[in-house]
Structure formats: structure tokens, C-alpha cells
């Protein structure tokens, strides 16, 4: 399967806990994107990497998330001391710079629910 | 800001019926996309409209871009149960750059009843 993957699909955590999601792009795309989605809402902007460089994080980013792709291939997006309020589906997707064309290549997310 | 206003929110239709759903904006846009979202997975592009007045089709599925350019709708005719999903339009932001980020609508909900 050469599509974005996600892990893990689904995580339960306790509130005040650390949490880390990874996301594996298309291989040969360049850019990558982190959304939130929560229930009957469409996808939010999180951050997004050209290569190993994020150049964007939207102010939905709050200081207890980060994210990285440190050799511009895997990302991965942690949430620190987690919140109820930050229980949702988090999206990896992926896209070619030259496209541009507004597709995106989403994975299948990974849901957290916090206790 | 920039947000995209989809109806309905929800269909529950009949199987063979055809469906109707559109999306408006505040801000004139330059590309309007609609995906579909499938239960436990990420949304996929269905299709994607780049000038203004276009009328586009994938199959069963006619998108159009409106003359405004603050508009869209998508159609979808005979609906078959597979049909069932979330659909939501999207646009690329406006100020961002070359990043190619979107903002999505709310979505609109579709149920088929076979």
C-alpha cells in the first residue's frame, strides 16, 4: 500500500497524559499536512512541512502540540499534559509542491479520545 | 475569516434518487474542490473546478463553479448505497503562500436507504 499511513488508528489516554501520533507520507510528496477533526466538522488546519521545515501552524496550535519531520520523510505530532478538549480525529495528509492543484492525500487519521 | 458554508447538513434519501448539496462563501475563491469522507477514513478528492463557470463530471457526480465565484454545488445522480458519506467542499486559503493548505465546510451528511 504506497497511501499515507497513520499510527496509531485509535488511542484512549487520561487526561494529563503525553500522546504521539505518526504519520508515514507518499514517498515522494513533499509537503505535509496536520489536521483536527471533530465530530460533525470538517478537517482544521494544523501545521504543514515543505520537506523537514514547518512553515505554518495555525493558532489552533497551542503550545502543548508539537510536531516534526526530521528528515522530511515520517512526521510525527505530539500533544503534552492532554485535555478532554483535545479529543478528535487527527489527519496526516500529503501532496506534490508542483501539483498544487488543491488535492490532498489524507490518511485514514488517528482518533483520540481523553478520559 | 475565510469559512465555507455547506447545505444541507444532512440527506436521507432513497436509493436511485439523485442529491443536490452546495456550498457558499464570503470571499471569492479561485478553486473550489469538493471531497468525500467514508466512514473511519480520510476524505478523498472527488472533484476539483478551476474557473469560474465550469461545470465538471466524475461518473454519476456534476460539480459546478459558480459565476461569483462564492459558489458551488455538487449533484449526484441515481445514488447508490455506497453513496453514503460526508462530503465537504474546500478551498485553498487565501494568504498562504504556495502552501496548497485548505479550509473545509462542515459537510453534508449523506445517507442511502437501499
Known amino acids: 500500500d504506497t497511501g499515507v499511513s497513520q499510527d496509531p488508528r485509535h488511542k484512549i489516554t487520561k487526561r494529563g497524559q503525553n500522546v504521539t501520533f505518526r504519520c508515514d507520507p507518499i514517498s515522494e510528496h513533499n509537503r505535509l499536512y496536520w489536521y483536527r477533526q471533530t465530530l460533525g466538522q470538517g478537517p482544521e488546519f494544523l501545521t504543514y512541512?515543505?520537506?523537514?521545515?514547518?512553515?505554518?501552524k495555525s493558532r489552533l496550535l497551542s503550545d502543548r502540540f508539537s510536531a516534526e519531520r526530521p528528515k522530511g520523510s515520517f512526521s510525527t505530532l505530539e500533544i503534552q499534559r492532554t485535555e478532554q478538549g483535545d479529543s478528535a480525529m487527527y489527519l496526516c495528509?500529503?501532496?506534490?509542491?508542483?501539483?498544487?492543484?488543491?488535492?490532498?492525500?489524507f490518511g485514514e487519521g488517528s482518533r483520540l479520545t481523553v478520559l | 475569516g475565510q469559512q465555507l458554508n455547506q447545505s444541507p447538513q444532512s440527506m436521507f434519501i432513497q436509493e436511485g434518487e439523485d442529491v443536490s448539496m452546495n456550498c457558499t462563501s464570503s470571499?471569492?475563491?479561485?478553486?473550489w474542490l469538493w471531497y468525500k469522507q467514508d466512514p473511519g477514513e480520510g476524505p478523498v478528492l472527488l472533484i476539483a473546478?478551476?474557473?469560474?463557470?465550469e461545470l465538471t463530471s466524475n461518473g454519476r457526480l456534476t460539480a459546478q463553479f459558480g459565476i461569483t465565484r462564492k459558489d458551488s454545488f455538487l449533484n449526484i445522480s441515481a445514488s447508490i448505497p455506497s453513496d453514503v458519506g460526508i462530503y465537504f467542499c474546500a478551498e485553498i486559503l487565501h494568504g498562504s503562500g504556495n502552501t496548497g493548505k485548505l479550509i473545509f465546510g462542515q459537510g453534508t451528511t449523506l445517507q442511502v436507504k437501499p
Open positions: 512541512f515543505q520537506n523537514e521545515a514547518q512553515l505554518e
Open positions: 473546478l478551476y474557473k469560474a463557470g
Open positions: 470571499s471569492i475563491f479561485n478553486t
Open positions: 495528509a500529503s501532496s506534490f509542491k508542483r501539483a498544487n492543484t488543491g488535492e490532498l492525500f
